[in-house]
């Protein structure tokens, strides 16, 4: 049985933007459509998927019901026993700042090497 370990607050700022974002995509929704399943401002859930503010505990349970998550899935590490390095959270958040070009030729790249 693997160990569960507690993710750290800077992981937590890093992976959860992302993987909100992710799964609001994966469902195909919008800001828009979050934000009025959950009666938020499209800004707000926009803030959440920047790490600009993460949600409250209530907002974040919704989310998971609205993408049919658990929070398990959201954070997968917690039964993992490795922690990210920090080169990997520099590298994290170096991706999220990047403009979509950038990502659009990273991703190729990963799915090019991962063949």
Known sequence: MREKRNLSIDEINVILPERLKHFREQK??????????????????SFWERGLNPPNCMDLFKLCLIYNISLGDLFPEINQNHKLKREELELIKKYRNADNDVKTTIQKILKFTQK
């Open 28 to 45: 195909g929704y919008s800001l828009r459509d979050v934000a009025t399943l959950i009666k938020k401002s499209p800004s707000q859930v």
